[in-house]
C-alpha cells in the first residue's frame, strides 16, 4: 500500500526542549507519563476540528494514484478542518469504486489516524478545490509527483514530502520521538489505526517495546517545558512511519 503523509509544511527550524522523558534503544520499555490531553471520539463526530486543538483529532485521506507521460503523482485528499472522518462514512468508502469514479489508476484510503500535534498553521485550504467522497468532504492538500518508481514503504525510511505548514506542540504536552544513531530526531504527528486498529493513544508511552527498531534507533517520550514548533526547509518536510504507520516528521533543533 502506498502510504503518503499529509502533505502540507514550511520553511525549517524546530524549537526547543524537554523536561522529563524516557527513551527506549531498540526494544526497551518506555516509562513515560500519560498523554497530556484525552483523545477525541474514536469514531469521529463530523464537526470541524479547532486548528489549535487538534491532539487526539481525528482525519483521514483519499490519495487518487494516476501514471502520466511524467511518471506516476497522487492526488491528496484530506479531511483537515472540514471533520473528523466519522467511522459510518468513511468504512462506507469503497477504494475501487472510488478509483473507477475518478480514472485514476488506483485509490488508497488512508486513514483513520490521529493527530499528535496540537495546533497546525497553514492556509493550505485557501482556494483548494474541494470534493465529496461518499458523505465525506475533502479538500485537495496537494499532487505529489512520484517519478516512475513508487516510493519504498519500508519504515524508518526517509521521504520528501512537499508542504507548507508550522506543526506547534505546546508546552507541557507529551512527545514521542525516534531517534536516529547519527542524533536525527522525528517527532510523530500523528498515530495511526492503519495497521493496529486498536492502538490508542494511551499506549503511545509503551510503544517502544512493540517497534522493531534498526540497530542504534531509540524511541524517546518527552514533556516539553517550552513549545515546539516543526517547519519544513525550503517548503520540503522530511518524513518516515514505523511498522504500525505512525508519522514522524524530522525536527532540526532539539
Known sequence: MLVVAL??????????????????????????????????SATGSGAAPDMDALRGVRYCEVLLLRKGDRGHSAEVWNTMGMSDCPEDQWSALD???IASDRDAMAAI????????????DTDLRAGAPETTFGEIGMFQAATLDLGDELPSQVPYTE????????????EGSEVYELVAPDGATYVMQARSQIVDETL?????????????????WAYRVR???????VQSSDGVAV?????????YQRIDDV
Open 109 to 120: 484510503l488512508n486513514g483513520p489516524r490521529y493527530w499528535t500535534l496540537d495546533s497546525i
Open 239 to 247: 518524513v518516515i512511519q514505523d511498522e504500525l504507520q505512525n508519522t
Open 7 to 40: 502533505a502540507s509544511c514550511s520553511t525549517s527550524d524546530g524549537t526547543d526542549a524537554s523536561s522529563g522523558g524516557s527513551t527506549t534503544t531498540r526494544a526497551g520499555t518506555a516509562q513515560g507519563s500519560s498523554p497530556s490531553a484525552a483523545p477525541a
Open 223 to 229: 514533556t516539553l517545558d517550552a513549545p515546539l514548533s
Open 200 to 216: 490508542e493513544a494511551s499506549d503511545l508511552p509503551d510503544l517502544g517495546a512493540r517497534l522493531d527498531l534498526p540497530d542504534g
Open 159 to 170: 521521504r520528501s514530502v512537499a508542504r507548507d505548514t508550522v506543526f506547534g506542540f505546546d
Open 95 to 97: 477504494a475501487d469504486a
